[in-house]
């Protein structure tokens, strides 16, 4: 069989990704998109591109006749899922095949046997892999569960049979919690993946996520690439993964290796897959104290890590396996190399609770050199809620873990990114995290750290001077070229010599009046300013590129306006301040008569009535945007006046959602 072009069912990074690889071998690329991607990366990358439909994901890129039919209008050869969307979809592997395409994955047999967890398990404990202890039967009664989580032992881990991503897990620490969680694992379980069917584990101890890379051919031959240490984990999602992890005893190495090895053999397995493994860390890594969780039947989202150590391309190997060619490489073939750790960046407020955002990315620059970027976005572009936020992988490599995580938040502090808040910060954090620098992991070590963590750093005052002399429109240049301070062309004076200014500094308003008092300086004053203000003078100032004193002290930074905001990029941090017109309105509902989406999403359930009594602070509305469920709380007490959406209903932000009878009528 030979490949010679290839239809990508998927988007964003890893679609971009493939067709890099793609493109090195001389496959020719096919792009599907929504309507809401009409100008994305992936589209202007491909050699050819087909619309199959608007955009949500249920209506495009879940669309299995869409997507065939645009294989069969390009005549492409084969389809590359890419991750997450039809990627461990067996009837989607079924249609492709039927259609005389080839799946760039394993078989849909093999999908099916590691679909659900719970049978999964069964599966791997006849193929004598270790699998984590617990219940994983038939029964589903209350007290049956109830029984079997006694008799494991508390801790225990509710889990979703066809859970993913951390859905319908609930940790349960005694029996009195447990119909409790049981009840709202159940619930979530049902709203995500239609099966509120569950199996209970015994929740390890100082838990650490180690996965291994296995890679099959359809000649029988099954080779594992290594381990990941994905414990960096936020509710269960991975947030910083490496290769190899840290610590790692070669003989545990071995027998990991092996469990996978088998864990893959017992399928059939062909393509890339990911055998994860639960560890008990609380003794060190002991080559007997790991049991099989799961096993992702396509490539991951942190591959790259692997790559890096091995010196090889997955999605290649993916492609040749799928040719019908052997492994390129034998066991013995392979060693690793260094140290590798991938980050993930998104589009969400770490310091407000991980908040998914949305927005135009008005700028984005990424750290050149040797740092390698995944991204599927590029400046101009909008993360939209219809699909994941993540906006890009950042992955270092080094001799030691030491040179790679140092390299690796050195490139996080050189990464612009404005329109949107990120989780930058946070990543730079993690990576000079005293116990995560030290290797000293485990998945609780994010939730343990997490005020450090998520500290907003308030920006330092001349930076919020330079923000507000930005705003307000008197600095302007004439070209982007270098400029001495001798010499002043670049300044340019816009009308009055003296204007007011507001800006949105972390929710709050804050008003600033900005002076010229000659050609080259400014007096700032207003709100958080020292009295009589503050001076600052431009020393030079080539496009983005702005050096500036304060009182006897030169500072450079990176300073990018846009319609709704002046993004300040300084010592490794971004400081984000809104536009007068364009403040946020989140804050708006504390306190207030109404209760209004902060994002757009969709409605999940409405949980109060019309004349019902609340109390502030209780759950109102659960909504979900960008994937994550959040419920939003009443802003005080009161008595619902009017319910303004149903369940389901798709919001834009700033909608009220509900209202309270004012607080003179209530009375
Ligand atoms: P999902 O498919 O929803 O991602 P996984 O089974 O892969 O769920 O588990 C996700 C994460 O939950 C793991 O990486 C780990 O941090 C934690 N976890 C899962 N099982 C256990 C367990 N038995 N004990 C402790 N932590 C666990």
Request: charged share 25%.
């Amino acid at each position: 069989m030979t490949i010679t072009k290839i239809l990508i069912a998927n988007r964003g990074e890893i679609a971009c990704r493939i067709i890099r690889t793609a493109r090195k071998m001389g496959i020719a690329t096919v792009a599907v998109y929504s309507e809401a991607d009409a100008s994305a990366l992936h589209v202007e990358m491909a050699d050819e591109a087909v619309l199959i439909g608007p955009a949500p994901a249920s209506e495009s890129y879940l669309k299995v006749d869409a997507i065939l039919d645009a294989a069969k209008r390009t005549g492409a050869d084969a389809i590359h899922p890419g991750y997450g969307f039809l990627s461990e979809n067996p009837d989607f592997v079924e249609k492709v095949e039927k259609a005389g395409l080839i799946f760039i994955g394993p078989s849909a047999r093999a999908i099916r046997a590691m679909g659900l967890k719970d049978a999964a398990k069964a599966l791997m404990e006849k193929a004598n892999v270790p699998v984590v202890p617990g219940y994983h039967g038939e029964a589903q009664e209350l007290v049956v569960l109830a029984g079997k989580a006694n008799e494991i032992g508390f801790p225990v881990l509710i889990k979703a049979r066809a859970g993913g991503g951390g859905k319908g897990m609930r940790k349960v620490d005694n029996q009195a919690d447990f119909p409790a969680a049981l009840s709202s694992a159940r619930r979530e379980a049902k709203a995500s993946f239609g099966d509120d069917r569950v199996l209970v584990e015994k929740y390890v101890a100082t838990p650490r996520h180690i996965e291994i890379q296995v890679f099959g051919d359809n000649h029988g031959n099954v080779v594992h690439l290594f381990e990941r240490d994905c414990s960096a984990q936020r509710r269960h999602q991975k947030v910083i993964e490496e290769a190899p992890a840290p610590d790692m005893p070669e003989d545990m190495r071995a027998a990991m290796g092996a469990a996978a090895v088998q864990a893959a053999r017992a399928i059939q397995y062909s393509g890339a897959g990911t055998v994860e493994f639960i560890v008990d860390a609380s003794d060190g890594l002991k080559a007997d104290r790991f049991w099989f969780m799961e096993m992702n039947t396509r490539l991951q989202v942190e591959h790259p890590v692997t790559e890096l150590i091995t010196g090889l391309d997955l999605v290649e190997w993916q492609l040749r396996v799928a040719a019908g060619e052997h492994l390129p490489l034998t066991q013995d073939q392979l060693s690793i190399n260094g140290h590798a750790v991938e980050a993930r960046i998104y589009a969400e407020d770490a310091e407000k609770g991980f908040l998914p955002a949305v927005g135009r990315l008005a700028h984005l620059a990424f750290p050149g050199g040797d740092i390698r970027v995944d991204a599927g976005v590029r400046a101009g572009d909008e993360i939209t809620p219809f699909y994941d936020p993540m906006i890009a992988k950042v992955i270092a490599h080094g001799k030691t873990r030491a040179e790679a995580l140092g390299k690796l938040a050195g490139a996080l502090g050189r990464t612009e990114i404005a329109g949107t808040v990120t989780n930058t910060a946070f990543l730079t954090r993690l990576c000079r995290d005293a116990d995560f620098a030290a290797g000293r992991l485990d998945t609780g070590l994010i939730d343990r750290n997490i005020s450090s963590l998520t500290e907003r750093a308030p920006a330092p005052r001349t930076i919020v001077a330079l923000a507000a002399l930005a705003a307000s429109g008197m600095v302007a240049s004439h070209s982007g070229k270098a400029m001495s301070v001798q010499s002043l062309g670049p300044f340019e004076i816009w009308g009055a010599p003296k204007r007011s200014v507001k800006l949105g500094i972390n929710d709050t308003e804050r008003a600033f009046v900005i002076e010229r008092e000659a050609s080259d300086s400014w007096i700032i004053a207003g709100d958080g300013m020292p009295s009589g203000g503050m001076r600052l003078n431009a020393v030079q100032w080539s496009g983005n590129d702005w050096a500036f004193s304060a009182g006897g002290v030169t500072q450079r930074c990176r300073l990018v306006q846009s319609g709704t905001e002046v993004a300040v990029f300084h010592e490794g941090l971004t400081y984000r301040f809104g536009k007068q017109q364009h403040l946020r309105s989140d804050d708006l509902a504390a306190g207030g008569d109404q209760v209004v989406s902060a994002m757009p999403g969709i409605i999940k359930q409405v949980l109060v009535a019309q004349g019902q009594e609340v109390k502030a602070g209780e759950p109102m509305v659960i909504m979900e945007a960008m994937k994550m469920e959040m419920t939003l709380p009443a802003p005080r007490d009161g008595v619902i006046a009017d319910v303004l959406v149903a369940d389901g209903v798709q919001v834009t932000d700033g909608v009220a959602l509900v209202t309270l009878q004012a607080q003179a009528d209530a009375a």
